[in-house]
Nanobody, 120 residues
Framework: QVRLMESGGGTVKAGGSLRLSCSAS?????LAWFRQAPGEEREGVAS???????RYADSVAGRFTVTADRNKNSLYLQMDNLKPEDTGLYIC?????????????????WGQGTQVTVSS
């Protein structure tokens, strides 16, 4: 079982930046970031796989960048030009398949999340 630990969340003003990190305990084919706001469904934000294929939600494309360090089994999310609607709990997930993309049912393990709050 893959264990995931996120870090890097915080509070920032609109237009600011944050960088999230996710450390996985072992190799996995796909990693992704999801987010969940109170009362809302979990939403896929960005995904990466070991073929270096990435996928972004339309709402963050052009503002967020997902990268990975294979040697460290780590995933990162650089978030720029943050908006209040980006507020939520950001959760890292791991999948044992190449095309897990941004669909929660495709993921096998989940972290506890790190909170991101963007003030206007």
């Amino acid at each position: 079982q893959v264990r995931l630990m996120e870090s890097g969340g915080g509070t920032v003003k609109a237009g600011g930046s944050l960088r999230l990190s996710c450390s996985a305990s072992q190799y996995t084919q796909s990693l992704a970031w999801f987010r969940q706001a109170p009362g809302e469904e979990r939403e896929g934000v960005a995904s990466w796989n070991t073929w270096d294929e990435t996928r972004y939600a339309d709402s963050v494309a052009g503002r967020f960048t997902v990268t990975a360090d294979r040697n460290k089994n780590s995933l990162y999310l650089q978030m720029d030009n943050l908006k209040p609607e980006d507020t939520g709990l950001y959760i890292c997930a791991a999948a044992h398949t190449r095309y897990a993309l941004l669909y929660p049912p495709n993921y096998d393990e989940w972290g506890q999340g790190t909170q991101v709050t963007v003030s206007s």
